[in-house]
């Protein structure tokens, strides 16, 4: 093969890869493991098990007793703590959204490991875990079950309207207002990457324009951003696109396939 035709495919494959490793929009699960009468738990093997994928991920916990699982896919997820002396305990249904932290605190009770106890959505429905990302998810029920109908055709982005502080401005000349910012004050990623317009930055529309049905969620963040999303004064949207998972389903012209 043509030395200069190796280095091309090569290239290509490695761009390939990073694309598709980038597009995993990524979260974080954290928590604490005690015992009844509240002291940590150190070296409890912490299991973390994706539901929709079946991907496990174990850590032990820390000096503190506290666990932390990074860069993890946004979805739903099963935290199952196994400790020397303690009954297992496994804590079914907790979600991961985009751009917030999770926190699930475990309580162990002394017992045979072979013995479990199973706790469904331990985690956290305040989240107290960062001070940071002021605003709400669009989950994919809502983006599938509300009405898009405006001026901009059948556009999720409309649904940004529904958080507080938010304001149409079309009316004035302008485009979507949140907290008083500027209409191309706004900031856009699907799945982690930047999704603006190069020649108008900062305008409240993405150049890419999302179907609907390919989204799982979004989150419009209005103030106060973390460092790692902040970058614009108005509203910062972090969309996120659905991923397969060992599900099967079948659909109404009878293809079977993974659910996605």
């Not at 090569?10 to 699960?29: C, M, P």
């Not at 973390?226 to 004064?233: K, L, M």
Request: no cysteine; proline share 3%; glycine share 12%.
């Amino acid at each position: 093969m043509n030395p200069r035709v190796s280095i091309v495919i090569s290239l290509a494959y490695l761009l390939v890869g990073s694309a598709l490793f980038a597009q995993v929009s990524t979260s974080r699960l954290t928590g604490t493991v005690q015992d009844a009468t509240g002291a940590l738990v150190t070296g409890a093997a912490v299991t973390l098990r994706n539901d929709g994928t079946g991907a496990t991920r174990t850590i032990n916990t820390a000096e503190s007793g506290s666990f932390t699982f990074d860069a993890i896919p946004t979805g739903v997820y099963t935290v199952e703590v196994e400790a020397k002396g303690f009954r297992k305990v496994v804590l079914r249904a907790n979600e991961v959204r985009i751009g917030q932290p999770t926190t699930v605190n475990v309580s162990v009770e002394v017992g045979q490991q072979a013995d479990t106890v199973e706790v469904v959505g331990a985690a956290e429905t305040v989240q107290t875990s960062t001070s940071g990302n002021y605003g709400n998810v669009l989950t994919e029920k809502i983006i599938k079950d509300m009405p898009i109908v405006g001026s901009r055709g059948r556009n999720p982005l409309n649904l940004v309207l529904l958080q507080p502080g938010t304001m149409d401005g079309s009316n004035t000349g302008g485009g979507y207002h949140v907290h008083g910012a500027r209409d191309r004050a706004w900031n856009f990623t699907l799945d982690g990457i930047d999704n603006n317009d190069p020649s108008a930055g900062g305008s409240n529309f993405s150049p890419t324009r999302t179907n609907r049905d390919s989204l799982s969620e979004f989150r419009v963040v209005t103030s106060n951003p973390t460092a790692d999303i902040g970058r614009n004064s108005g509203a910062t949207v972090l969309l996120v696109s659905k991923s397969g998972t060992t599900n099967f389903m079948a659909t109404d012209s009878g293809f079977i396939g993974r659910r996605g």
